[in-house]
């Protein structure tokens, strides 16, 4: 393969058949990742046919306890998928086999810093240190291999939907090349984009497909987002226009040079973009797309756009003006946004972003949580090859998920499956052990088969058996009932791993590898959970196994309760899979007032004098109690059958003269961290929650693993914690002195 091919990414390296999508992620593939001096060799090439369509599976469940898709919400949806589990929020108490609460932080902000430096080094990821580059180069050594790499070696191509002769039209733009780009020694020059814009293989604004109605513009390599550095090494004027050809921090290629403006030197250019991660003194878009308010007064920063993952610096308080043309900065975020002047050059620029939009001051916390919240609020939104069309494809989907929380990971599968230390080898797995070792992942986790990359959210029933769900940006689909036929999909959607390719298989066959882009530390753990040889239920079955739907209030329980809508006042209970289970008292922990309902109907509901409280629905037989203290409530069924289940009320509460006490003692007696847990803390032994710090006054002296705060007793320290369960929210102050 030589140089041209190498240079040429997608138009050269992939093909398609019909309007059928091969392979939706490898945009940005390991032909285009240019460095003039080195040029890859081909054992680092994508082979053609590791390129597979990926296809959707629809199974039509068979047992009314489990999930159904719900048509009456009028939004369609895999089968498999209900309307509650299209929010974020349901996959809470999904991982909860991982042993990591929802809200516990994964990595910290020092962390994210030492892996984003291991991530850049590392040689397979093939990343940009773009800060790094060497100032001078070769132009007329560079202008040479662009030009020799702009050929193609497809036999079709269509410009703008009309057909063109290949070799043609290669020309031309090479000779455009060649004739305009620049030549001698150089420096860099150094550039942020000023609109969301594609990177492209060639230098041209023609849509390329491989036929006339190819649904993806094959030229596109990969996108940058308004404010995102670049760093010129050439330039072009191609049928009129002009581009500009250089580095981002994950590819190399061709942008629009309308679309980027050139800072007058280096310092200019960090200055415009680089963010300290520990800081709070930038914005990060978390929702699809932002677009700022018309302005009459001032037109370049009218309508702009700004897509899932900008990073923008905000404007100091003492610099936000009185008034920004004819509007005034209350309820906005007030940011600088890079434009052009009339000769490109770079402008800072004073814009508002409306505070209803969903923006995160700072980089947000990274926690299992809030990776599904930010990825859910691309749910539906569509597909885009390499990113065009302002869109994602599935890579950069993820990559930009990650990107929310300050880390910056590779930019295809191939590459981010080679972040260093983070990977989990699952090929070798049957499908049962495929679905064993990702109940013990966290939300977020990124699976991988060839082509397609998407993030965990959760485990639960489908069709009798435990499957795992993900969301992900996607290409063309396919229903697993009758005859294959291709259904272009192209949205982020949300599906079970039961969902099949064109060979028939699953994805969750398919898949060959997780990667956890968390602190080493959360990693090992992980990893230690999955391979511990006593399983999380022990082989004696002294707890019923959990349905879909249910959790265990407290490690302590036999019995799992449900809930769909999150709170104490709409938790279920089911007694289907306690035959077996060899489980001889049935217990429960529960809040004070939970009000609990059958799930099947019951005849009576017995317990001692101010235990509970209970009535029963005339029209379904189902009965629901109040819990009002620790005892042991009768169940007879209207099937004849009968279950005692012990119930635990509990009224948690902050625990802080005790933990005060206790601190002070481990002040005199410990050398080391101490260790509070939530019946420290809270009095509580129900443990399903996830405790967090919402502030602390010395963050290296106080943090929280599995729901246990580690705190210094021997330094001076304000520590506020909080713990959720459910709806319930129970928070207190310590003060370490």
């Excluded at 079970?496 to 997780?514: D, G, K």
Aim: aromatic share 8%; hydrophobic share 35%; proline share 4%.
């Amino acid at each position: 393969m030589g140089i041209s091919e190498l240079l040429n990414g997608p138009v050269s390296a992939y093909a398609t058949t019909g309007d059928l999508l091969i392979d939706e992620d490898e945009t940005v593939s390991e032909e285009t990742k240019y460095i003039e001096e080195e040029i890859l060799s081909d054992d680092r090439v994508t082979p053609e046919n590791d390129h597979e369509e990926i296809y959707y599976e629809a199974i039509e469940p068979d047992d009314a306890e489990e999930i159904t898709a719900d048509g009456a919400s009028g939004i369609q949806m895999a089968e498999g998928v209900s309307e509650e589990m299209c929010s974020s929020d349901y996959w809470n108490d999904k991982t909860i086999e991982s042993k990591l609460g929802s809200g516990e932080e994964l990595i910290s902000t020092g962390e994210i810093t030492a892996l984003n430096k291991a991530m850049l080094e590392a040689e397979d990821t093939n990343m940009n240190d773009l800060e790094g580059l060497a100032e001078g180069y070769d132009a007329d050594r560079l202008r040479h291999n662009l030009v020799s790499a702009t050929t193609t070696a497809k036999s079709r191509i269509f410009a703008d939907n009309i057909e063109v002769v290949p070799a043609s039209y290669y020309k031309q733009v090479a000779d455009a090349i060649e004739k305009t780009a620049y030549t001698g020694n150089r420096n860099n020059q150094y550039a942020v984009a000023v609109k969301r814009t594609t990177i492209n293989t060639i230098p041209v604004n023609a849509y390329i497909g491989y036929s006339a109605d190819d649904p993806d513009d094959e030229k596109v390599n990969s996108a940058l987002l308004v404010g995102e550095p670049f760093v010129i090494r050439q330039k072009a004027t191609v049928f009129g226009d002009d581009f500009y050809w250089g580095y981002s921090d994950n590819c190399t290629g061709w942008v629009a040079a309308e679309d980027l403006a050139v800072c007058s030197d280096k310092d200019e250019w960090l200055e415009a973009w680089k963010v300290d991660p520990s800081s709070d003194d930038f914005i990060v878009v978390t929702q699809n797309q932002i677009r700022l308010e018309p302005s009459v007064s001032k037109p370049e920063l009218s309508e702009v756009k700004l897509t899932f993952a900008t990073i923008l610096k905000t404007v100091p308080e003492d610099k936000i003006p009185k008034s920004l043309g004819e509007r005034g900065p209350w309820n906005n975020y007030v940011v600088y946004l890079p434009i052009r002047d009339g000769d490109g050059k770079y402008v800072r620029a004073i814009a508002l972003i409306s505070q209803h939009y969903e923006v995160s001051k700072g980089f947000l916390k990274m926690t299992q949580a809030e990776i599904l919240r930010v990825a859910f609020n691309n749910l539906g939104d569509r597909y885009g090859w390499g990113g065009m069309l302002d869109s994602m494809d599935c890579s950069y989907y993820t990559k930009n998920v990650y990107r929310c929380f300050g880390l910056q990971i590779p930019r295809n599968t191939t590459w981010q499956q080679a972040i260093p230390g983070r990977k989990i080898d699952l090929s070798n797995m049957s499908d049962d052990e495929k679905v064993g070792a990702m109940t013990r992942m966290p939300a977020g986790t990124l699976f991988y088969m060839p082509g397609h990359t998407m993030i965990y959210t959760g485990t639960t029933v489908m069709d009798g058996r435990k499957m795992a769900y993900v969301i992900s940006d996607t290409g063309s689909l396919s229903d697993s009932t009758g005859e294959l036929s291709v259904r272009n999909m192209y949205s982020v959607i949300l599906n079970p791993l039961s969902v099949r390719r064109r060979n028939e298989s699953t994805w969750l066959s398919n898949i060959t590898a997780a990667v956890l882009p968390i602190s080493q530390g959360s990693f090992d753990f992980v990893k230690n959970n999955m391979e511990t040889v006593t399983p999380i239920e022990p082989v004696s079955m002294n707890r019923v196994p959990v349905a879909e739907g249910q959790a265990y209030a407290s490690g302590k329980d036999t019995l799992p309760l449900e809930t769909f809508l999150g709170n104490t006042q709409n938790i279920f209970i089911s007694f289907c899979n306690v035959e077996g289970s060899e489980v001889e008292k049935l217990t429960a922990t529960v809040i004070k007032g939970s009000r609990i309902t059958t799930k099947a109907p019951v005849k009576a509901v017995s317990y001692d004098k101010g235990v509970a409280e209970w009535k029963r629905s005339k029209s379904t037989g189902l009965a629901t109690i109040t819990l009002k203290k620790s005892g042991t409530v009768t169940f007879e069924m209207a099937d004849g059958k009968t279950f005692d289940v012990l119930f635990t009320v509990e009224s948690p509460k902050a625990e802080t003269k005790a933990v005060n006490s206790l601190l002070k003692k481990a002040k005199e007696g410990s050398s080391g961290m101490t260790e509070l847990s939530l019946q420290d803390l809270f009095g509580t032994q129900i443990d399903n929650g996830s405790l967090s710090i919402t502030y602390i006054k010395k963050k290296d002296k106080a943090s929280v693993f599995r729901n246990v705060l580690l705190i210094d007793p021997k330094t001076k320290n304000t520590v506020k914690v909080r713990y959720t369960y459910l709806n319930k929210k129970y928070t207190m102050t310590l003060t370490v002195k």
